[in-house]
Antibody
């Protein structure tokens, strides 16, 4: 079965660092772009950026450039999203999602279950 | 960056058809046939229902259809069913190797 399994919910304090994960199974991980999408409480979806596991090529939304870092570990078929310094406004659900086609990243057909990040003092 | 513009809510009765609009610019919808639509039920991850403006992934009901005119894309759901009640998001490629979502539309089936 094709799926993305995300790491569990996190509760952090402002100023903490954090790295959440997205483990792929059932497909050739290095061939499909992986996107990250934020959903703040009660709000809509926001595209954060995308990474190609084959060569770690990345593209970030201007809104998230410099705020987060995307990476992959091909040896364990896992993508990561990382913050160096969390803020309360980073509290949200974060989804990873797989690009439908191996040739581009314009549609996302497989989604993880989401990781809830809560940042509070 | 600014989101695509969707109505906050739409409603319809079972059996009716509804259309959700998604307004963009010449930097996204107007230039690229790379519009996708996602359905999100409460507490669940989004689900791809339309891609490349009007293509349906395998398993998605033929009641869902997409179209585009100039800078605006549309999602039409025909023969509304109670299970269609959900939030719907459009998404488009935008100049500069980015994607952008719409603000989302809540569909209520009366």
């Amino acid at each position: 079965e094709v799926q993305l399994a995300q790491s569990g919910a996190e509760v952090k304090k402002p100023g903490d660092s954090l790295k959440i994960s997205c483990k792929a199974s059932g497909f050739v991980f290095i061939n499909h772009w992986i996107a990250w999408v934020r959903q703040m409480p009660g709000k809509g979806l926001e595209w954060m950026g995308i990474i190609y596991p084959g060569d770690s090529d990345t593209a970030y939304s201007p809104s998230f450039q410099g705020q987060v870092t995307m990476s992959v570990d091909k040896t364990i078929n896992t993508a990561f999203l990382q913050w160096d310094t969390l803020k309360a406004s980073d509290s949200a659900i974060y989804y990873c999602a797989r690009a439908l086609r191996v040739t581009d990243y314009y549609a996302l057909d497989v989604w993880g279950q989401g990781t809830t990040v809560t940042v509070s003092s | 960056q600014s989101a695509l513009t969707q109505p906050a809510s739409v409603s319809g009765s079972p059996g009716q058809s509804i259309t959700i609009s998604c307004a963009g610019t010449s930097n996204d919808i107007g230039t690229y046939n790379l519009v996708s639509w996602y359905q999100q039920r409460p507490g669940k991850a989004p689900k791809l229902i339309i891609y490349d403006v009007n293509k349906r992934p395998s398993g998605v009901s033929i009641r869902f259809s997409g179209s585009k005119s100039d800078n605006t894309a549309s999602l039409t759901i025909s023969g509304l069913e109670s299970e269609d009640g959900a939030d719907y998001y459009c998404c488009s490629y935008r100049n500069g190797r980015t994607l952008v979502f719409g603000g989302g539309t809540k569909l209520t089936v009366l």
